[in-house]
C-alpha cells in the first residue's frame, strides 16, 4: 500500500515568514494530493489540493509543488499569520479510492 | 450544504459499555469513510463505504468494532464492549464520486472517552 510521509513534525516561524511542509509518498500510482489544515479541536479543512498532471498550483498566500518523478510534494505559506497556526497534514490519493495521511506538522507562527 | 454531521460531538462512558456513533454524509456524496485520530497514531481510516456497501474495513481494530451503513444517508460506528484505548476523535467523511480527484469531507468528529 501506499506510505506517505511528512516533514518536519514541528515548526515555529515569525509572522511574516514562509513555512514549507513537505511529504513524500511511495505508490507511484498515487495522482491527487490534498492539503488539510486543523485548528485545535476542529476537523480537518481542505484548504489546497493538486493532481498529478500539474506542477504547481496556487491560492492567494497558500502553494503546493509536486514532482512526480521524486514523488514527493510540499505546501508554502507565504506572509504567514498567527491565524495560520494549526496542525496541516499532506495525504496521497491513489486508485484504490484510500486516502493516506502523513503524521501532520504542527505549525506555530510567532506574533 | 450542513456538511457532514456527525453525533453526539462527546461521549464519556465506562469500559464495558456500548458505544453507537452516527454520521449523515454529505448529500449526493456516495462515499463515506470513518477515521480514528489520535495524538500518538494520527488519523487511521477505520472503513470505507462506496454507494453503502463496505469496501475495506482492514483498519477496524478488532471484532469489537463495527460499522453500518444502511442507506445514503446514515451510518453508524459501533464498540461493543468499549474499552480505555478507544479513547479518541472519531471522524466521518464523505466524498462525492468513486475513483480519484475529489477531496474528502470531514464531519465535527466524535469524542470519545471510555473510563
Known amino acids: 500500500g501506499e506510505n506517505v510521509e511528512q516533514h518536519p513534525s514541528t515548526l515555529s516561524v515569525q509572522e511574516g515568514d514562509s513555512a514549507v511542509i513537505k511529504c513524500t509518498y511511495s505508490?507511484?500510482?498515487?495522482?491527487?494530493f490534498p492539503w488539510y489544515k486543523q485548528e485545535l479541536g476542529k476537523r480537518p479543512q481542505l484548504i489546497i489540493d493538486i493532481r498529478s498532471n500539474v506542477g504547481e498550483k496556487k491560492d492567494q498566500r497558500i502553494a503546493v509543488t509536486l514532482n512526480k518523478t521524486a514523488k514527493h510534494f510540499s505546501l508554502h505559506i507565504t506572509e504567514t499569520q498567527p491565524e495560520d497556526s494549526a496542525v496541516y497534514f499532506c495525504?496521497?490519493?491513489?486508485?484504490?479510492?484510500?486516502?493516506?495521511f502523513g503524521t501532520g506538522t504542527s505549525l506555530t507562527v510567532i506574533p | 450544504d450542513a456538511g457532514v454531521i456527525q453525533s453526539p460531538r462527546h461521549e464519556v462512558t465506562e469500559m464495558g459499555q456500548e458505544v453507537t456513533l452516527r454520521c449523515k454524509p454529505i448529500?449526493?456524496?456516495?462515499?463515506l469513510f470513518w477515521y480514528r485520530q489520535t495524538m500518538m497514531r494520527g488519523l487511521e481510516l477505520l472503513i470505507y463505504f462506496n454507494n453503502n456497501v463496505p469496501i475495506d474495513d482492514s483498519g477496524m481494530p478488532e471484532d469489537r468494532f463495527s460499522a453500518k451503513m444502511p442507506n445514503a444517508s446514515f451510518s453508524t460506528l459501533k464498540i461493543q464492549p468499549s474499552e480505555p484505548r478507544d479513547s479518541a476523535v472519531y471522524f466521518c467523511?464523505?466524498?462525492?464520486?468513486?475513483?480519484?480527484?475529489?477531496?474528502?469531507?470531514f464531519g465535527n468528529g466524535t469524542r470519545l472517552t471510555v473510563t
Open positions: 495525504a496521497a490519493q491513489n486508485t484504490g479510492n484510500q486516502f493516506y
Open positions: 467523511a464523505s466524498k462525492n464520486r468513486m475513483g480519484v480527484g475529489s477531496p474528502l469531507h
Open positions: 448529500s449526493g456524496h456516495n462515499s
Open positions: 505508490d507511484s500510482a498515487s495522482n491527487y
